[in-house]
């Protein structure tokens, strides 16, 4: 069993800043590719940010400039820096990790998190 915990959301004002972690748990062998995830109130779930297991990040461009990816593969968490926070940052955000749990085998294990909520709002 592999298990995702997103933390750091909450309320914060536009222009605020706010941090996310996303730590896995569990059977993990070696993590590979992993990503942010947001859903908009009313939207569809939509890619946000991700980084490579070498940590290499892309960012789509409705964040780029204002959101910084990152990773510590030592503790098996991911970052995500929101700086300059607008009110259409609102949303769920998920974090998404493609997961080998054994080293004998390539086969990866796509997990997601629970969540957890952004509200920009004055």
């Known amino acids: 069993q592999v298990q995702l915990v997103e933390t750091g959301g909450g309320l914060v004002q536009p222009g605020g800043s706010l941090r996310l972690s996303c730590i896995a748990s569990g059977s993990i062998f070696k993590i590979n590719d992993m990503k942010w995830y947001r859903q908009p109130p009313g939207k569809e779930r939509e890619w946000v940010a991700g980084?490579?297991?070498?940590?290499?990040?892309n960012y789509s461009d409705s964040v780029k400039g204002r959101f910084t990816v990152s990773r510590d593969n030592a503790k098996n968490t991911m970052y995500l820096q929101m700086n300059s926070l607008k009110p259409e940052d609102t949303a769920l955000y998920y974090c998404?990790?493609?997961?080998?749990?054994?080293?004998?085998?390539?086969?990866?294990?796509?997990?997601w998190g629970q969540g957890t909520q952004v509200t920009v709002s004055s």
């Open positions: 998404n990790a493609k997961i080998r749990k054994w080293s004998w085998s390539w086969l990866e294990f796509d997990n």
């Open positions: 980084t490579t297991s070498s940590g290499s990040p």
